[in-house]
């Protein structure tokens, strides 16, 4: 008999998502930022025990939106919420006891599959902080040092369907390379910029080749102003050449192969409020 089931990781902004999907994966999957509200598109990642294969969805925070991007990140994360098998109900563990889900994703009502509370970043907080914050069933965990995640694993396994593996055992991911050169150009874009062009910025892939030794991926990274490219290049291109780097390191991580990594800067004004933009890099309209 085997499990296989899909398993939505939901929580408000910063609360731990990214951090915790990739140490259940065992691989570095999700962009991870201190910064609130990197997560935009949901990210698929998979781990398959010998009778049990998980597939877990990184969602976007449930935030309440301030322009059309958050609009869409919203309704994609809430459709997962929907769809899934199980929902991890994520929530700091310093601020334990959390509210009922949907209050904190302001449903309507509450979601049709089962709901799992996992206080996250249990690390910070020692057992004087847990002592009377102790709700019943809730687990704490710890990205960082691992604690907790054998005990959520369990919890998991026992709440999935039964049915066959809907991926090959071998796969760490349901998306495509493409995807992930997107979101670690991204990830880098928050580790070396300030606090507002990595919210301005996206990148699109022009050319991917494979077949190529290294693999050739040509990307156009956009910004909305032209003040915003000028701080992406930097001085004599230093910024940029980091920047790509960076996504190239993780990226060979990733695949196991070498990679050659271009880039181009175009300006995009409010892309982030376009409709037909939005659609362009994988944020689709009602459906």
């Known amino acids: 008999m085997t499990r296989c089931g899909h398993v939505a990781l939901a929580g408000r902004p910063n609360v731990g998502k990214s951090s915790l999907m990739n140490a259940l994966v065992g691989e570095h999957l999700s962009l991870v930022s201190p910064r609130a509200q990197a997560t935009r598109l949901p990210v698929i990642g998979l781990r398959t025990d010998p009778d049990t294969q998980f597939v877990f969805h990184d969602l976007p925070g449930l935030l309440d939106p301030a322009y059309l991007m958050q609009e869409r990140m919203r309704a994609l994360a809430l459709e997962r919420i929907a769809g899934a098998d199980l929902i991890l109900y994520l929530h700091p563990a310093s601020e334990a006891p959390a509210p009922p889900c949907a209050t904190a994703a302001r449903l309507e009502r509450a979601p049709r599959a089962p709901v799992l509370t996992v206080y996250t970043k249990a690390d910070l907080v020692g057992p004087e902080g847990r002592r009377g914050a102790e709700p019943v069933g809730a687990l704490w965990v710890s990205a960082t040092t691992g604690e907790g995640l054998p005990e959520l694993l369990a919890a998991i396994t026992a709440r999935l369907p ?34 507002e ?42 910024t940029i050449r980091e920047l790509g780097t ?39 309209g009602s459906r």
């Open 246 to 284: 960076r996504a190239r390191t993780r990226l060979e991580a990733l695949i196991g192969r070498r990679v050659f990594l271009e880039t181009w800067v175009k300006v995009l004004p409010h892309w982030r409020k376009d409709a037909a933009l939005l659609e362009r890099f994988g944020f689709p």
């Open 162 to 195: 039964e049915g066959p593996f809907q991926f090959d055992p071998e796969d760490l991911a349901a998306q495509p390379i493409r995807f992930f050169v997107v979101e670690y150009l991204r990830e880098a874009a928050f580790e070396l910029l300030g606090d």
């Open 197 to 238: 062009v990595p919210y301005s910025f996206t990148a699109e892939i022009d050319e991917f080749r494979e077949s190529t030794d290294p693999v050739y991926i040509r990307a156009t990274l956009f910004v909305e102003r032209q003040s915003q490219k000028a701080i992406l290049i930097g001085h004599q291109g230093q």
